[in-house]
């Protein structure tokens, strides 16, 4: 068979060249397809979140949603205050953080600047089974174990509780905390770390003075992956923490987030286009809201502080 | 007067055998330089006079290399590296600032020795940038970042990060190698300046840089330290062959 001549390929009219035109365009299209769906699903999001919420605010002041101290859609009396569902989510968000960026910092500097390929090969797994348990797990957890555990210490606490479901919650997002902030220690140059040994700096002090600095951009999107990770758990709020909308920053208290809200309401059956059924749709914006709010400090963050190295 | 003495080192990456048996002296507040072809081992003597090796695994090495006045093997396994660093300073091929300021990047060595006087830190850090010959340039912006420095300054920046904590031997791994000429001069003038105060140790691939700044000069091939004498008596009559051949470019 006569090899076809390389100048017959290079025409731009060739098939050969002609197929490839069209299946680079096809290949282009489907992917951006793949990438504005993600785009769709959260403007629809957002458009059927604000739509539920413009009627509920047609009944209920703007004033009143933001000042009101109580929060009982569902009493013959109904009061509409955001207050005490976002104090819930604020003691348990702190609480958890509270645990979860120490504790994740230090892991993922262990292993990142301390371990060896053994201990790394052991421990990374056992942390991302720790990411693996279902939520309902950990709620149960938190409401059988840790709640009776913190008894021993504090006789009055009652049976429901932040203080439990915070902690837990911190547990729960330990491996997204720990496992971002490796990643960002390890893309940390070596020749940095070289730098602060050589001028005869500890492993501890190059970790803290050198290496985390430098990943500072990294370590900050994982601690706001964390927020959100915090912002967003329900489970283990709803099933722990006692489903009250209680205002207190109290964390031996019971008390509701706007997360377990949305399921213990939403489980009832509330009549479509009532004032309760759209006041989930305003505590599920508001919530969007929180998260994004979030996001957009992080990566202001991560602008600031990018490092070139 | 001997500063530092290298007495049949060897040392090999896992399997592979890098350095063969090498022993040198280094002079007191003098120049001397390590030459010789690319992967002869250079980089590698060098970093065994810090311990930069025990950073890593599967670098093995015996022998011994003793540090004066106390004469305290440094390469022995009860001495802490971080011991060692303390006293024998680096400057690498590439420049290597911490993304910090200026200042933050002089001090650095000072605050990890627990030294946190803020007047005392400030001075140094001016004395410091003044022998790397840098001070004229930064003084007016010694907090913005050491990034925004060029590649000379960078560099230069380096070396008075390692003389702020007043090294008794500084060790210069192809310092000027990503420099441009006028920096690269620069650079050299400050090193000969430097050896009033430090004793040092210079790896360099330019044979005219060997011969301008160093007093001795030890040429290496392929792990074996091939020849050590004065840096005048080893560019004019080297004694051995493959020195001769390496010095006027025939190979290497
Ligand atoms: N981390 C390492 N692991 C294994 N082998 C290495 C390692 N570093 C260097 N080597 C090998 O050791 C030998 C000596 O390397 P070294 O870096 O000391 O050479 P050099 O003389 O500094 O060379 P150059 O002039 O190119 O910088 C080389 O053959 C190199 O391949
Ligand atoms: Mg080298």
């Known amino acids: 068979m006569a090899r076809p001549k390389l100048a017959e390929f290079t025409s731009a009219n060739h098939p050969v060249r002609r197929i490839r035109r069209i299946k680079e365009l096809l290949i282009e299209a489907v992917l951006f397809a793949a990438a504005a769906s993600s785009v769709f699903v959260t403007l629809g999001i957002v458009y059927i979140l604000v739509s539920e919420s413009l009627p509920f605010f047609a009944h209920v002041s703007f004033t009143e949603f933001l000042t009101e101290r109580e929060w009982t859609p569902l009493f013959a009396e109904p009061k509409y205050g955001i207050l005490p569902l976002l104090c819930g989510t604020f003691l348990t968000t702190v609480i958890a953080l509270l645990l979860a960026i120490p504790l994740g910092t230090i892991i993922a500097t262990y292993l990142s600047e301390y371990a060896n390929a053994r201990a790394r090969e052991i421990l990374k797994p056992i942390l991302e089974l720790l990411a693996a348990v279902p939520t309902v797990v950990y709620g149960y957890f938190a409401l059988l174990f840790v709640t009776p555990l913190l008894q021993k210490i504090m006789p009055n606490l009652p049976g429901f509780n932040v203080l439990a479901a915070g902690l837990v919650i911190g547990v729960m997002i330990i491996p997204y905390v720990s496992s971002l902030t490796e990643d960002a220690m390890r893309a ?37 992956l964390g927020i959100s990770r915090a912002l967003g758990e329900t489970m283990v709020v ?72 | 007067m001997v500063k530092a003495e290298v007495k049949n ?37 060098l970093r065994c006079f810090n311990r930069m090796h025990d950073l890593y695994k599967g670098a093995k090495y015996d022998g011994q290399i003793l540090l004066h006045p106390d004469e305290v093997n440094i390469l022995a396994r009860d001495i802490d590296p971080m011991e060692v660093r303390m006293r024998i300073g680096m400057v690498f091929q590439k420049p290597n600032p911490f993304p910090k300021s200026i200042y933050e990047n002089v001090v650095y060595g000072l605050k990890v020795r627990g030294i946190k006087r803020r007047s005392f830190l400030q001075e140094r850090c001016e004395q410091s940038l003044q022998a790397a010959g840098l001070w004229g340039e ?32 500084l060790l210069l791994d192809e310092p000027t190698s990503a420099l441009d000429p006028i920096s690269t001069s620069h650079i050299e003038d400050l090193i000969v300046d430097l050896k009033k105060t430090v004793t040092i140790v210079i790896v360099t691939h330019n044979l005219h840089q060997a011969a301008r700044v160093s007093d001795r000069t030890a040429f290496m091939y392929l792990g074996d330290l091939i020849e050590f004498d004065e840096t005048s008596k080893m560019f004019t009559t080297p004694s051995d062959k493959r020195t001769e051949n390496y010095i006027t470019g025939r190979f290497g």
Request: aromatic share 8%.
């Open chain 2, 9 to 45: 080192l060897n040392f090999s990456y896992g399997e592979k055998q890098v350095l063969k048996n090498v022993s040198m002296p280094i002079y007191d507040n003098k120049i001397t330089a390590l030459i010789g072809p690319s992967g002869c081992g250079k980089t590698t003597l």
């Open chain 1, 188 to 224: 940390v140059p070596g020749y940095l770390r070289e730098a602060s040994y050589a001028v005869g700096a500890s492993r501890m002090q190059t970790a803290f003075r050198v290496v985390i600095p430098a990943a500072f951009s990294g370590i900050s999107s994982a601690y706001i």
């Open chain 1, 238 to 309: 709803a099933i722990a923490a006692g489903m009250q909308p209680n205002l207190t920053l109290n964390p031996t208290e019971p008390a509701a987030t706007i997360t377990a809200f949305i399921v213990q309401v939403s489980l009832g059956d509330l009549p479509h286009g009532s004032v309760g059924y759209q006041s989930i749709y305003v505590a599920g914006l508001t919530l969007l809201i929180l998260t994004l709010t979030f996001n957009v400090i992080g990566f202001a963050l991560r602008k600031r502080f990018r490092e070139v190295y």
């Open chain 2, 138 to 169: 930064v003084k007016d912006r010694l907090n913005s970042g050491a990034q925004m420095l060029s590649g000379g300054q960078q560099q230069r920046l380096c070396i008075a990060r390692a003389l702020a904590v007043e090294p008794e031997l």
